[in-house]
C-alpha cells in the first residue's frame, strides 16, 4: 500500500470575502531545480510514485493512468506539460492528487513530480504578476511569482496548466495525425 496524504476538506477551503488579502496556502513542490506552488484548494492528495499504466497514443505528457481506491485517474508528467524533458521517477518522486471543478463537474488528475517541500504560506502583497518573458512557461499558466523565505517561486494557475478541454484537443489531435511509414 502506498503512503499517501490527505488534504482534508477543512484545510482546502478557499480564502473568501474580507479574508482574502490574507496570505494563501500552497503546496510547494519542484520539477527539476525549479520550485512551482499550487493553491491547497486543488490538492486531494499526495501518494508515492506507483507504476502507472500506459495509454496508447496519447500525448507525451500523459505518463498513463492509476487506480485511485477504484476510481481511473490519469497522470500528467507536469515537466513535459511544460515543455521539458520527462521526469525521472526517483525515491522521492510523488503523484500529486489534484481536484478542478468546472461548474457542477470534478475531475481528478494526478501530477508527476520530483518531490513535494511543504505547504507554504504567501501573502498576497509578496506575490508579484508573472514576467512578460524568461519564466519558460506560457504566462497563462502562471498565477503569480510568489516571494517566500527570500526564495521565488511560481505560483501556478492549475486549472489553465491542466485545461482537461485543452488536453483533451491535444490527444484528439494525436490520434488524429497521420502516422510516420
Do not use: W
Not at 15 to 34: H, K, M, N, P
Not at 77 to 88: I, M, N, S, Y
Not at 92 to 118: A, F, P
Amino acid at each position: 500500500m502506498a503512503n499517501q496524504l490527505e488534504i482534508s476538506d477543512a484545510e482546502r477551503e478557499p480564502v473568501t470575502g474580507e479574508a482574502s488579502d490574507q496570505a494563501g496556502q500552497y503546496l510547494s513542490f519542484t520539477l527539476g531545480e525549479e520550485t512551482f506552488a499550487v493553491n491547497i484548494t486543488h490538492i486531494r492528495e499526495i501518494i508515492e510514485y506507483e507504476a502507472v499504466t500506459t495509454v496508447p497514443m496519447m500525448p507525451a505528457f500523459l505518463r498513463g493512468v492509476i487506480n485511485l481506491r477504484g476510481r481511473v485517474v490519469p497522470v500528467i508528467d507536469l515537466a513535459v506539460r511544460f515543455g521539458r524533458p520527462p521526469t525521472e521517477i526517483r525515491r522521492r518522486t510523488c503523484i500529486v492528487i489534484i481536484e478542478l471543478s468546472k461548474q457542477q463537474t470534478h475531475q481528478d488528475l494526478g501530477i508527476l513530480v520530483d518531490s513535494v517541500n511543504e505547504v507554504v504560506e504567501i501573502e498576497p502583497s509578496s506575490q508579484e504578476r508573472p514576467p512578460a518573458f524568461g519564466a519558460g512557461l506560457r504566462n497563462d499558466f502562471i498565477e503569480g511569482i510568489g516571494k517566500v523565505d527570500g526564495r521565488f517561486i511560481v505560483v501556478l494557475d492549475i486549472d489553465q496548466a491542466l485545461s482537461v478541454t485543452e488536453m483533451s484537443a491535444l490527444a484528439e489531435a494525436m490520434s488524429t495525425a497521420p502516422r510516420p511509414s
